[in-house]
């Protein structure tokens, strides 16, 4: 059976799949890298286990967050000594988040209370991040898109300053899990980045989707650290673990994004084949330099 699965199946599904028993977890192992950036890791590959049994998991390996959290499952991981580095703002369908975004005029209505209201939330629980989508085109051309979406997300801006949180746009690729998503190139995201033109909003770089639709990963992240606010990693092919099993020498790139200055946070998004702790250690052993 495959176990290739895309995040948004897991929105679509909306409950955990169940929860294993941890056993034989060791005390907190590992030291801090000596790069600036810190490490993460996403909860959606991961709902084979509680929240609370991840973030227990996640402080034993030397992680600093656990995040792609709903509001009120923020305080969570501060029990366990962590942040949440990626929160989501609250909407009406979550299920259709990465597909009705801000290229669309008419999704403004409800998208841009919804931030109002979680940028504080989020500056109150610590949470340094908001994800935000543009949404799939339609048939809809990029520069109009580009322009939809800062229109809807300018008047976040000034709550983002106030508050000290960012806003962070996920690019995801078009090609095989996300058809037809728009913010689906460095090159667009870092244009709406130029035109919103403040350090309160930045983009996701999602290092598989990249690599599916551009390649050429560490000459891009040197060249625009500027706007990239997070990292998300993933094998290619088939966001399985970022080991000698898929096409990227991770370990070369997370030296590249600590030689470019970045002090933000590099979140593990693999979906795990084999023992998920053990997969999990391995890559946080990758990305430690």
């Known amino acids: 059976m495959s176990t290739d699965i895309t995040r948004r199946e897991f929105i679509a599904a909306g409950t955990s799949v169940g929860a294993a028993t941890l056993i034989?977890?060791?005390?907190r192992?590992?030291?801090l890298s000596p790069a600036k950036f810190k490490l993460s890791v996403t909860r959606w590959p991961f709902r084979q286990f509680t929240l609370d049994q991840l973030c227990q998991m996640a402080h034993q390996l030397g992680i600093d967050s656990v995040e792609l959290l709903e509001p009120n499952e923020w305080a969570i991981p501060r029990k366990y000594g962590l942040t949440c580095a990626m929160g989501y703002a609250t909407v009406p369908n979550p299920e259709t988040r990465l597909t009705q975004g801000f290229n669309r005029v008419e999704n403004h209505a409800w998208l841009i209370p919804a931030y109002e209201r979680a940028i504080p939330l989020a500056a109150a629980a610590r949470v340094p991040n908001v994800i935000c989508f543009s949404g799939n085109r339609a048939g809809q051309n990029d520069d109009e898109g580009r322009a939809i979406c800062a229109r809807g997300l300018t008047p976040l801006i000034p709550v983002a300053e106030r508050y000290g949180v960012t806003?962070?746009?996920e690019l995801l690729n078009s090609k095989i899990d996300h058809p037809d998503y728009q913010c689906d190139h460095t090159a667009w995201g870092v244009a709406l980045a130029k035109q919103i033109n403040s350090p309160r909003f930045k983009l996701l770089y999602d290092i598989y989707h990249m690599q599916i639709m551009e390649g050429d990963v560490i000459r891009t992240v040197s060249?625009?650290?500027k706007y990239i606010g997070h990292f998300h990693t993933g094998g290619v092919p088939g966001r399985h673990e970022i080991d000698d099993t898929q096409e990227l020498n991770y370990r070369?790139?997370?030296?590249?994004i600590g030689e470019a200055g970045f002090s933000g946070y590099v979140a593990q998004e693999f979906v795990p084949t084999k023992d998920p702790r053990t997969s999990l250690a391995d890559a946080i052993r990758i990305c430690r330099v």
């Open 167 to 169: 806003l962070c746009m």
């Open 223 to 225: 060249d625009n650290i």
């Open 252 to 256: 070369a790139v997370m030296l590249a």
């Open 29 to 31: 192992i590992g030291v």
């Open 24 to 27: 034989g977890l060791s005390p």
